[in-house]
């Protein structure tokens, strides 16, 4: 048996396939559609509607509110049923109601209402479910996997303002939200359909650089959920990610009116948060290989610092070459948040209970993501600059390499079995 294995493992390992086919579902994923888009369609709605920008970015408190309760529930029937079921319904359910933005009312609950559907059915488009499939196909170079399968993120981050611009440019914003749901539900469901198998076992195969020889169940190790929230690491990751998501998407969110303020044009600022995305791939790759190599939260601390650059070369650098590197540097870290998530929960609680435990500090992520690009709007609106908010941006990521220096040693699972 070991040497069958170990055969199969020695060609091409159908694990690098599910990587390739996890990109692509994040690529079209409520991560992407629906966060990083969103400042291009925030100034369409408020020429067209006359609403403020504190009242268009509440849309995603009630979102992220959803992916909170959301987040945990999927998590719960990928764990139960499979990833792959759970992928496959929410890929449906959340491009159509994406495709329904192009009947918006003027009625602001109408945009609320619209928004908490998007996360309640898209969260299973989200890491949760890939990062399972990874985390079970993958013990060794499991950082770079889940890194190069989370870059579907950072392409889309900088496919996505691109792809959204030009369809509210050409055809309006109505169109461009319906036709970013077909194309989503057009790439990602096929692909998924075909490609995507949930554990090793089903293709009679051991997950990679598994030792056959040591006893732990490779699809059964790990802590419960009940276990994971008496560990103070759990705690310590719902907090640093809260916070995370809180500087971090506040300020990815805002980035094209940031800087349209300023005076950058729209194509332009459109380009600085494309440079934004694709710094994501680059974070993301960086990030893989050193949480293979290094003790993961000395790397994530390293990696959390980089924003704080990004925000006072916002603040304070004239409009230029130093504003992309600004984007640079805050896209860099969000290139990195998810990764190191997907890489804690399975290092530190196993895959026992994976995406349920993914959900909840997903879930604290999420509500961050919605948080702070409220703070940014009132910022705007009550001071028309966004500076108090950067400057507790900046305090919210000292703190988080604070929290992230407090986790502690990996649990060794082989020897605990």
């Not at 009679?204 to 790990?222: F, H, R, W």
């Not at 680059?282 to 990696?303: E, Y």
């Amino acid at each position: 048996m070991t040497t069958n294995n170990q055969t199969k493992q020695s060609g091409f390992f159908y694990g690098w396939v599910n990587v390739g086919t996890a990109g692509v579902g994040h690529l079209m994923g409520v991560s992407t559609l629906v966060f990083f888009t969103f400042g291009i369609f925030l100034t369409a709605l408020q020429n067209e509607f006359a609403w403020s920008r504190t009242s268009i970015s509440a849309a995603l408190i009630f979102a992220t509110l959803t992916s909170m309760v959301m987040q945990p529930v999927a998590g719960y029937w990928s764990d139960r049923v499979g990833p792959k079921r759970v992928i496959l319904c929410s890929i449906v359910g959340f491009n159509l109601v994406f495709a329904s933005l192009y009947f918006l009312t003027p009625n602001l609950w109408h945009l609320y209402i619209v928004f908490a559907l998007l996360t309640a059915t898209g969260a299973g488009t989200s890491p949760i479910t890939y990062c399972k499939v990874i985390t079970e196909w993958f013990t060794a170079r499991r950082g770079i996997a889940l890194s190069l399968s989370l870059l579907g993120v950072g392409i889309g981050g900088g496919l996505m303002p691109e792809l959204a611009t030009h369809y509210v440019q050409t055809y309006g914003w109505r169109v461009a939200y319906a036709a970013l749901a077909l194309t989503s539900f057009a790439i990602s469901f096929p692909i998924i359909s075909l490609l995507l198998v949930n554990t090793p076992k089903q293709k009679n195969l051991i997950a990679y650089g598994q030792d056959v020889n040591k006893t732990v169940d490779s699809e059964n190790y790990g802590l419960t959920p009940k276990e994971a929230r008496r560990n103070k690491n759990f705690w310590l990751m719902i907090a640093t990610f809260f916070l995370a998501g809180v500087s971090l998407n506040g300020l990815m969110l805002h980035l094209v009116p940031m800087l349209t303020d300023k005076g950058v044009t729209p194509q332009a600022a459109a380009g600085m948060a494309a440079v934004l995305g694709l710094s994501v791939s680059v974070g993301r790759l960086v990030l893989g290989a050193c949480m293979d190599k290094f003790f993961a939260p000395r790397v994530a601390l390293t990696f959390m610092s980089v924003p704080i650059i990004g925000i006072l070369l916002f603040m304070f650098a004239p409009i230029g070459p130093l504003t992309y590197l600004a984007a640079a540097c805050i896209g860099f870290a969000i290139g990195g948040e998810i990764d190191i998530v997907a890489y804690f929960v399975g290092r530190y609680f196993g895959v026992k209970a994976y995406s349920q435990i993914y959900g909840y500090i997903f879930a604290a992520f999420s509500v961050g993501s919605g948080v702070g690009p409220v703070l940014m709007g009132i910022a705007y609106d009550t001071t028309h600059n966004y500076n108090n908010a950067l400057m507790g941006f900046v305090a919210a990521l000292v703190v988080c390499c604070i929290l992230l220096s407090r986790i502690s040693a990996y649990p060794n699972w082989q020897l605990s079995k």
